[in-house]
């Protein structure tokens, strides 16, 4: 059988980035065979691999669970509402427990992703990597270039703060905005702020109308129909680990437009 590098298995598999794995290694976490796993040991799926005494359970790619789903309007992404209104998880009733990576607010639709791996939620929505999101927005107003120009530069928006009621200042981090009609833009985002494409719009003397996702790093909404879903399976699965992983390892990378997408 092909063997691979610890560290690389432990990351396909979906346990942590080769980093973090490294550090699990170093500490004598990791073992191969009932033995303490050393930074160069290369391993197959004929190993027992445990990490902190709990064996891992061997998986392909195509095994995991990665969904994408075109979220209607008036869809939470919440476990609760006070508005009572439909949850994700009961919408699609998929028949194994998922779970949403990120959030899309109650108003808006388009592309979010479902999976079976916690760990992976944590590794998508780790801002500090900055995972690419890409948004088709329309607004009450005609859009100014002073508009987009502060749009891609950052805005001072006001946001939640950790406790109930608390509120903080701060400025967005710099985007790719580019104007698609009098009142439509595309925006990617790198940040996942509560309602910051809203918030940003309405700092700056706007109000948005429309808003759908339309891309997830790799991952495309595509001619997916409101309130239907795929599973990602194959190269596309693949490519998306791989980003996942590389974001890691090299840290942030600019945003990018797709160029394929269409209102």
Request: aromatic fraction near 6%; proline fraction near 3%; charged fraction near 35%.
């Amino acid at each position: 059988m092909d063997k691979i590098r610890i560290n690389k298995y432990l990351s396909e598999q979906g346990i942590c980035s080769r980093r973090e794995a490294d550090r699990l290694i170093a500490c004598g976490r990791v073992m191969i065979n009932g033995l303490p796993a050393g930074p160069g040991d290369r391993v197959s799926e004929a190993d027992r691999i445990s990490v902190d005494g709990k064996e891992i359970e061997k998986r392909s790619a195509d095994s995991y669970e990665l969904i994408a789903f075109n979220k209607p309007k008036g869809v939470v992404c919440t476990s609760s509402d006070r508005d009572r209104a439909v949850n994700i998880i009961e919408y699609i009733n998929y028949g194994k427990r998922i779970f949403p990576i990120g959030r899309l607010d109650k108003d808006s639709e388009g592309l979010i992703l479902l999976t079976d791996m916690g760990d992976l939620v944590n590794r998508v929505n780790r801002s500090s990597y900055g995972h690419e999101k890409e948004y088709i927005v329309s607004c009450e107003r005609r859009l100014s270039e002073g508009f987009l120009k502060k749009m891609s530069e950052g805005v001072e928006i006001k946001v939640p703060g950790r406790q109930e009621g608390e509120y903080r200042f701060v400025v967005t981090d710099p985007c790719k905005v580019r104007k698609l009609s009098e009142d439509t833009f595309d925006i990617v985002l790198t940040q996942g702020l509560n309602r910051q494409i809203r918030r940003m719009c309405a700092a700056l003397g706007n109000r948005v109308t429309e808003l759908k996702r339309v891309r997830v790093m790799n991952i495309e909404l595509g001619g997916l129909k409101t309130g239907e879903y795929r599973r990602i399976t194959g190269k596309e699965l693949k490519d998306f680990m791989r980003l996942i992983n590389d974001k890691e390892e090299t840290g942030l990378k600019g945003p990018s437009f797709t160029g394929g997408n269409k209102i």
